[in-house]
């Protein structure tokens, strides 16, 4: 058996600035990789300078075809599109097989859009909970926006969830409709990059005057007591 590594791409910028020297020193002895995206995966393994040309790496968006490599004895990158691999990201099934299977997981040090977006809100760091992607459908969603408030204020937690980014605006604007007032709501944009933005405000104050997200990575946060 050997060893899968969970590998943190960056969410903006430069490849330096998102993983320490001792992951990245870790990333350049592998040569192999589960991905979830080909295209931008080379395109990190290009940046982190590794040791042998990239096209003698072998990368495949096959996850599950590497447990057999695992097994064999080679050790093995998880790769996600942006951030940390395995959280609202495919790549937590090879995880799970992996573990089912009795091989060691390590996760390297990196960025976390949900940890950063909760370092810079100023709402409850205690007790909080990662929800993932709301329903895309508007009465679907609006029960869930209204579930999610009722257990923020019921368990003091904040509720942390992501959207596609074409489809921030629309989640922004069931939030204004649907939650009360006195929310708190924290929209964080950008995390890591120049144009990085995280606001904390009431719904209250988001109605007097709304914001336009865009198609910017974004995280929601939201607390009610």
Not at 8 to 13: K, M, V
Not at 70 to 88: F, K, Q
Request: aromatic fraction near 4%.
């Amino acid at each position: 058996m050997s060893t899968l590594y969970t590998i943190p791409t960056p969410l903006g910028g430069k490849t330096a600035d998102a993983l320490p020297a001792s992951a990245l020193d870790i990333v350049r002895t592998l040569r192999e990789f589960a991905v979830e995206n080909a295209k931008s995966a080379r395109a990190f393994l290009k940046d982190v300078g590794m040791p042998v040309p990239v096209q003698e790496l072998h990368v495949s968006e096959d996850l599950l075809s590497f447990l057999a490599v695992l097994e064999a004895g080679h050790p093995v990158g998880l790769l996600s599109e942006a951030g940390c691999p395995a959280i609202a990201d495919p790549g937590a099934k090879l995880v799970e097989a992996a573990q089912r299977a009795g091989i060691r997981v390590v996760p390297l040090v990196g960025p976390s859009s949900v940890v950063l977006s909760l370092m810079a809100s100023g709402l409850e760091g205690q007790r909080f909970a990662f929800c993932g992607y709301l329903p895309r459908e508007t009465a679907d969603r609006a029960r869930k926006i209204r579930a999610l408030e009722a257990r923020s204020r019921r368990e003091n937690e904040t509720q942390i969830f992501i959207e596609t980014p074409y489809r921030n605006d629309a989640l922004l604007a069931a939030l204004l409709e649907q939650c009360s007032p006195a929310t708190q709501l924290c929209i964080a944009s950008d995390l890591t990059l120049p144009t990085e933005s995280v606001r904390t405000r009431t719904i209250a104050d988001w109605r007097s005057s709304p914001a336009a997200i865009g198609k910017r990575p974004t995280v929601f946060l939201l607390l009610s007591r």
